[in-house]
């Protein structure tokens, strides 16, 4: 069974940084696809990067050059460093593992004031 738990959210300023992380349980999280969404209030839940079990990464456009996706498989965790935050990356954001199932993790709430 696979759990995943965010951390890292918080209240930040225009320009600022934040690091979420994503603890992975189980034993196929080296091998599996990962992914952060994000859901702004009131609206959809949307892809934000990606990073495959290789390392390979993509990301939307509008977060590129600014958020970096990496993992670190020895310790099952799944991370996104946010720079330059923006008000309109204020979301809840949740890392996803990718497998025949897709598992979710709760969310963390990240606020960007202007």
């Known amino acids: 069974q696979v759990q995943l738990r965010e951390s890292g959210g918080g209240l930040v300023q225009a320009g600022e940084s934040l690091r979420l992380s994503c603890a992975a349980s189980?034993?196929?999280?080296?091998?599996?696809?990962m992914r952060w969404y994000r859901q702004p209030h009131g609206k959809e839940r949307e892809l934000v990067a990606s990073?495959?079990?290789?390392?390979?990464?993509d990301y939307i456009d509008s977060v590129k050059g600014r958020f970096t996706i990496s993992r670190d498989n020895a310790k099952n965790t799944l991370y996104l460093q946010m720079n330059s935050l923006k008000p309109e990356d204020s979301a809840v954001y949740y890392c996803?593992?990718?497998?025949?199932?897709?598992?979710w993790g709760r969310g963390v709430l990240v606020t960007v004031h202007s």
């Open positions: 189980g034993d196929i999280f080296s091998v599996s696809l």
């Open positions: 990073i495959t079990s290789d390392g390979v990464t």
């Open positions: 996803a593992l990718h497998e025949l199932t897709t598992y």
